[in-house]
DNA sequence: CTGATACTTCTGTTATGACTGACACATCAG
DNA sequence: CTGATGTGTCAGTCATAACAGAAGTATCAG
């Protein structure tokens, strides 16, 4: 490996690479393909935009499955083409603002899963009203579920029209009310 | 029941079975594996607990199967084991509490995935403040990370202390923040 | 027009983990 | 003590999805 380049891995700094390694695998768990994960890792801690080939020579992976993860990412918003000059190659850049990353991620799952879920949760206790082998627990149950998603529903689309400054201010807010209501709560914990 | 009870697939009304088959779909592409989300949502729409056998034959899996699921639901207390008077079988209920169910399922995860990560991030910066070979980019954005997931951490292990009323107040007091907020917002919106 | 380079799409392979059915253990009635 | 019932465990099978390598397409320099 002094030479030829044939199926070369460049190396990593080690605490880059196990960021990178435990990144992919938390992401894993959460739904988002491994590759995926450790591609934006490397770009987010990378100090310039990198093309397909670099990625795929420093993680090990082929180039068309670099390929597929880069469409992906730049979908969800998390990374972007950035063009060079006298350079025909695409080169790739992260998000970097973490504030952003999450609401863009929440933004998405929210549109694929939660949505189409709620909308078939609605149909079903529109049915379940229609149905009298439906019993009342059951119907009350759904009715209650309905209600909880709608309300998280509606918070979340509050909160996403709110910009980053206020967010912040909402957090701090909220350890405020967090201090304020802990020591004299006179409502019982449950 | 009239008579041979094999391989039974008894049957659910069809919002029922609409819904448990929804909310499977969901957890599965949440990380939690399909059976587990359906005999949760199976036991939340039903009246009354119900025996391992029974939820097999309703959701038409393997007893096995029922049983493994039923550990992990009671692990993650989202379930319980309750006694029935002259009868010898385990019965099961779920918690019908949905902000309890949320909260434990955040636990759950914060506990399994988010803390060991939010260790190794931490050992990654430490890691690279000492290696000369990780850049000042590198550097600063390992940083950003900790300091921003940190700051998350803290702020949900305070949401955590407070009871479910206050959750209410928190809500509903976010609304009135966003509407204070936005109409008069002298910030820019990035 | 032609060759080369970069990128994408496609198909076969592989690995992961979920599920089943059979087996082993525990508990209880008679 | 013994049979019966309920529960937990295990190994084998199967389905799914990620991945690699090859072929195809588009763009650009000369």
């Known amino acids: 490996m002094t030479d030829t380049s044939e199926s070369t891995l460049e190396p990593l700094p080690a605490p880059v690479e196990k960021f990178i390694l435990h990144w992919g695998d ?3 768990h959460w739904g988002v393909n491994r590759s995926i994960a450790q ?14 080939e670099r990625i795929a020579a420093r993680l090990g ?9 880069l469409r992906e990412l730049v979908n969800w918003k998390l990374i972007r083409r950035v063009p060079v000059r006298g350079d025909r190659r695409d080169h790739f850049e992260a998000e970097t603002d973490l504030w ?3 609401k863009r991620i929440a933004e998405g799952r929210k549109a694929r899963e939660v949505d189409p879920a709620r909308a078939a949760l609605k149909e079903c206790v529109a049915a379940a009203e229609a149905d009298p ?7 009350t149950r759904l009715a209650d579920m309905m209600a909880f998603i709608e309300t998280m529903n509606s918070w979340y689309e ?23 209501l802990r020591p004299g709560g006179g409502s019982r914990p449950q």
């Open 39 to 52: 591609i934006h890792a490397l770009l987010y801690l990378s100090d310039s935009p990198l093309t397909a």
């Open 100 to 102: 952003e990353v999450v």
């Open 158 to 180: 509050q909160m996403l029209t709110l910009p980053k400054t206020s967010w912040v201010a909402l957090i701090s807010l909220g350890s405020q009310v967090v201090r304020a």
């Open 133 to 139: 082998d439906v019993d009342g627990t059951a119907m």
């Open 61 to 69: 992976i082929a180039r068309s499955g670099v390929s597929n993860s």
């Open 26 to 28: 938390m992401g894993n």
